[in-house]
């Protein structure tokens, strides 16, 4: 059964730093993948997705994440972080009816 | 605009007492779903709709019921046979399967239901 696991359940990293956040997942087949982000109290938006080609995929608000197949991660990336990012970032796999999330990771941006 | 509207926001029950919380989309998307977060868990699947008049369970279907009577509504019934209902709720609904789509999922705000 396919899975998802998010490590880091808090990260604090300043304004302008660069950001990692981790992915890793368990799936039968090539998987497709995404990662959203949450505002407290609100929906989730879709940040970006893979599904084949170029491994490393471009998102919205400046995010990238890498696909590494022999790691069986996704990890999301930025390269200076705005106040405006801090939010919960969830990874997911699979896709339609069989999307498994994370356990989501919360971002807080120091000023 | 189009997108997913969840109401009411925010609810509160007693315990015991039945409550239904709305979900309708103007996407003309044909799958729905509803999805239980929790703090520290993620997002877990209660039910989903592929087309009208058809529903599956998901994950944690035990104590919910929904209808799928049209395609831009789904509501979800929280009934008192659940026994721990407090929680944020969303709704999502996705394209069809043709075309190469894959799968991603379009959200609600959400609605918060507190048990008294």
């Known amino acids: 059964a396919q899975s998802v696991t998010q490590p880091d359940i808090h990260i604090t990293v300043s304004e302008g730093a660069s950001l990692e956040l981790r992915c890793n997942y368990s799936?039968?087949?090539?998987?497709?993948l995404f990662w959203y982000v949450q505002s407290p109290g609100q929906g989730l938006q879709l940040l970006l997705k893979y599904f084949s080609g170029d491994t490393l995929v471009q998102g919205i608000k400046g995010f990238e994440a890498e696909f590494k197949r022999s790691q069986s991660s996704f990890n999301l990336r930025k390269p200076s972080v705005h106040w405006s990012d801090a939010a919960e970032y969830f990874c997911a796999v699979g896709g339609r009816y069989d999307m498994r999330f994370g356990a989501g990771t919360r971002l807080t941006v120091k000023p | 605009d189009g997108g997913i509207t969840q109401s009411p926001k925010y609810l509160f029950r007693k315990e015991g007492q039945n409550v239904t919380l709305s979900c309708e989309q103007n996407?003309?998307?044909?799958?729905m779903y509803w999805y239980r977060q929790d703090p520290g868990q993620g997002l877990r699947l209660i039910y989903y709709?592929?087309?009208?008049?058809?529903?599956q369970k998901g994950d944690i279907a035990e104590g919910y019921s929904v209808s799928r009577e049209k395609k831009e509504s789904f509501p979800l019934t929280v009934t008192s046979a659940q026994k721990n209902p407090t929680a944020f709720y969303l709704c999502a609904s996705s394209k069809p399967a043709a075309g190469g789509n894959t799968g991603e999922l379009f959200f609600g705000e959400g609605s918060r239901l507190t048990v008294l």
């Open positions: 799936y039968g087949a090539t998987p497709y």
């Open positions: 709709s592929q087309i009208v008049n058809d529903f």
């Open positions: 996407l003309n998307h044909d799958a």
